[in-house]
């Protein structure tokens, strides 16, 4: 199976960094699209942005979060500045072989999702 594993949350003070990273052990997504989505309590699933496209349903994180891609490595990171308390959520990074927007969608109920790729989530969470 196909399976996506993120690293890197955990619980931090507003105004702090945190880098999550997304790995794919086993397995190669050249040519997918790769991001990151974040679920709140009692919130839809958002996404946050991903390596193929500028579109993100989180207004907020314009200016604060970073996606980028190492390709050697095989990761996907998410690098979030000055965290806010709204933050706080468990994100996931998913994967599909076309633009996420389109395979998965920008703002869902709950995730993760039977389409697509997932990983397992982490939280998040700003104090």
């Known amino acids: 199976d196909v399976q996506l594993v993120e690293s890197g949350g955990g619980a931090v003070q507003a105004g702090e960094s945190l880098r999550l990273s997304c790995t794919a052990p086993g397995s190669t997504f050249d040519g997918f699209d790769m991001g990151w989505y974040r679920q709140a309590p009692g919130k839809d699933c958002l996404l946050i942005g991903s390596?193929?496209?500028?579109?993100s349903a989180v207004p907020s994180a314009k200016g604060r979060f970073t996606i980028s891609q190492d390709k050697g490595k095989n990761t996907v990171d998410l690098q979030m500045e000055k965290l806010e308390p709204e933050d706080t959520a468990v994100y996931y990074c998913?994967?599909?072989?076309?633009?996420?927007?389109?395979?998965?969608?920008?703002?869902?109920?709950?995730?993760?999702?039977?389409?697509?790729?997932w990983g397992q989530g982490t939280q998040v969470t700003v104090s």
């Open positions: 998913a994967a599909g072989k076309y633009p996420l927007t389109v395979v998965i969608g920008h703002a869902l109920s709950n995730c993760p999702v039977n389409a697509g790729y």
């Open positions: 390596i193929k496209s500028t579109y």
